[in-house]
Nanobody, 123 residues
């Protein structure tokens, strides 16, 4: 089973940037598709971005399109989420997860999750 670990969260001012990392161990990401989700206090977990290995493609929620970029480093078995022009409403715990099938933007499609990393954007 693949194990996931997120890092890179923190406190940043509005308009700032952060890069989140999702490192896999146990198995390579090439067997999975990887998604980023976030969950703010009192809200449901929501889709942020996803990357498909074959064929290579990326997907974004409308709320982050043009500001966030998902990418991968095969050699490091790591998926990144570059977040630019951050807004206070981006504040949440960010999770990476893997899926084999199902809707790319639905949490129920994802079978393995990391522990999450906190992102806080101050106004």
């Amino acid at each position: 089973q693949v194990q996931l670990g997120e890092s890179g969260g923190g406190l940043v001012q509005s308009g700032g940037s952060l890069r989140l990392s999702c490192a896999a161990s146990g198995r390579t990401f090439s067997n999975y598709n990887v998604g980023w989700f976030r969950q703010a206090p009192g809200k449901e977990r929501e889709f942020v971005a996803a990357i498909r290995w074959v064929p290579y493609s990326t997907y974004y929620a409308d709320s982050v399109k043009g500001r966030f970029t998902i990418s991968r480093d095969n050699a490091k078995n790591t998926v990144y989420l570059q977040m630019n022009s951050l807004k206070p409403e981006d504040t949440a715990v960010y999770y990476c997860a893997v899926r084999n099938s199902g809707s790319i933007d639905s949490p129920v499609s994802y079978t393995r999750w990391g522990q999450g990393t906190q992102v806080t954007v101050s106004s």
